[in-house]
């Protein structure tokens, strides 16, 4: 029986960013589930990404965190934001961590100084996102990391911001710039500069190879991936677009995935483990296994791949680490 394990929520899509690869900024219709709507979300659930337009809009976070805690306690929940509000953000923080010490966020950087702040449209962009970064180490969160979002504009980027990420001590995750007509509203983005991607995916992969811890290696597979993903238009392992990953919106309409437009059922009438069960969700589940989607690589799909598929990503690792030494190239 297929059980959704990794949900991407978006709780709004009020957002205080203009950033260059998303639309949701620009978005009219403003439809919010209520706080307790999201007890229906499922105890299956192991990884939840809180995210939006910008989640710490929402006035009523901390009701919304405590219901989700509540329906999914197994599930490890990370915020993403753009860390602009950065006082704001340390205050919910604060009050989330009586609750659980274990919560992640997921700063967004896409390049330093100003560079950052011209991508995401926001003067001192920048300068606010690392002040959150070093809000949050201070105030004791330990699961924290820089979101980076790879795109044409920012491949010379990736690998300073990779350096920012070791010199501040957090986590660095990379995530491609993608299309979605229901999410994003954005059809046209492209990574066309193939051979600086290459050198900069290549840069990344091989300096999580050089590390000694798995969760690492699970990283480099998946730049490795990517690279595939976008010069190739090779999947190296399959997509859980709906059989055990999902994409919620704010007003609780839940989707595959958020490229994915199909609508498999929506919180306000059932929960997510009957909407999941339904025919509806089947039919569309049948239709993805068989059709095999290759509209994106991103992780929130691709989990319980890395985990169903763990000794083959293992087994590329030890490969790989071979030639670090021999200085031959990994990404072919």
């Known amino acids: 029986m297929y059980k959704p394990l990794d949900a991407v929520v978006a709780i709004t899509y009020h957002c205080n960013a203009r950033c260059v690869m998303c639309n949701i900024w620009r978005k009219k219709d403003h439809q919010m589930l209520d706080a307790e709507i999201y007890q229906k979300l499922s105890p299956s659930l192991r990884y939840i990404n809180l995210t939006g337009g910008e989640p710490f809009l929402r006035s009523d976070l901390l009701?919304?965190?405590?219901?989700?805690?509540?329906?999914?306690?197994?599930?490890?929940?990370?915020?993403?934001?753009?860390?602009?509000?950065?006082d704001h953000i340390l205050e919910i923080l604060k009050k989330i961590m009586v609750l659980n010490h274990k919560v992640g966020v997921r700063v967004s950087i896409d390049g330093i100084g100003d560079f950052h702040s011209s991508l995401?449209?926001?003067?001192?962009?920048?300068?606010?996102?690392?002040?959150?970064?070093?809000?949050?180490?201070?105030?004791g969160v330990k699961n924290l990391g820089i979101g980076h979002t790879l795109m044409d504009a920012n491949t010379s980027e990736t690998p300073k911001v990779y350096r920012l990420a070791k010199e501040l001590g957090v986590e660095f995750s990379l995530a491609l710039a993608q299309n979605s007509e229901h999410y994003f509203e954005k059809l046209d983005n492209k990574i066309e500069k193939i051979d600086e991607l290459k050198q900069n995916l290549e840069f990344l992969v091989r300096h999580e190879l050089k590390s000694f811890a798995p969760k690492r290696w699970g990283r480099?597979?998946?730049?490795?991936?990517?690279?595939?993903?976008?010069?190739?238009?090779?999947?190296?392992?399959?997509?859980?677009?709906?059989?055990?990953?999902?994409?919620?919106?704010?007003?609780?309409?839940?989707?595959p995935s958020d490229y994915?437009?199909?609508?498999?059922g929506n919180l306000?009438?059932?929960?997510?483990?009957?909407?999941?069960?339904?025919?509806?969700?089947?039919?569309?589940?049948?239709?993805?296994?068989?059709?095999?989607?290759?509209?994106?690589?991103?992780?929130?799909?691709?989990?319980g791949s890395f985990v169903k598929n763990r000794w083959k990503v293992l087994g590329w690792a030890i490969k790989n680490k071979l030639k670090l030494y021999s200085g031959r190239p990994i990404l072919e």
Do not use: H
């Open 63 to 86: 009701e919304i965190y405590k219901r989700i805690q509540a329906a999914a306690p197994q599930a490890q929940i990370i915020f993403s934001t753009n860390g602009l509000l950065t």
């Open 268 to 303: 306000k009438e059932n929960t997510l483990d009957a909407i999941w069960r339904s025919e509806k969700a089947s039919a569309i589940r049948d239709r993805i296994k068989r059709e095999k989607p290759i509209d994106a690589w991103m992780i929130c799909t691709l989990r």
């Open 120 to 139: 995401r449209g926001i003067p001192r962009a920048f300068e606010k996102a690392t002040a959150t970064l070093e809000g949050l180490k201070q105030i």
């Open 220 to 255: 480099a597979f998946f730049e490795y991936g990517a690279y595939q993903f976008v010069a190739k238009n090779k999947r190296v392992l399959p997509d859980g677009a709906g059989i055990d990953s999902c994409f919620i919106s704010p007003k609780g309409d839940v989707y």
């Open 260 to 264: 994915i437009n199909e609508i498999m």
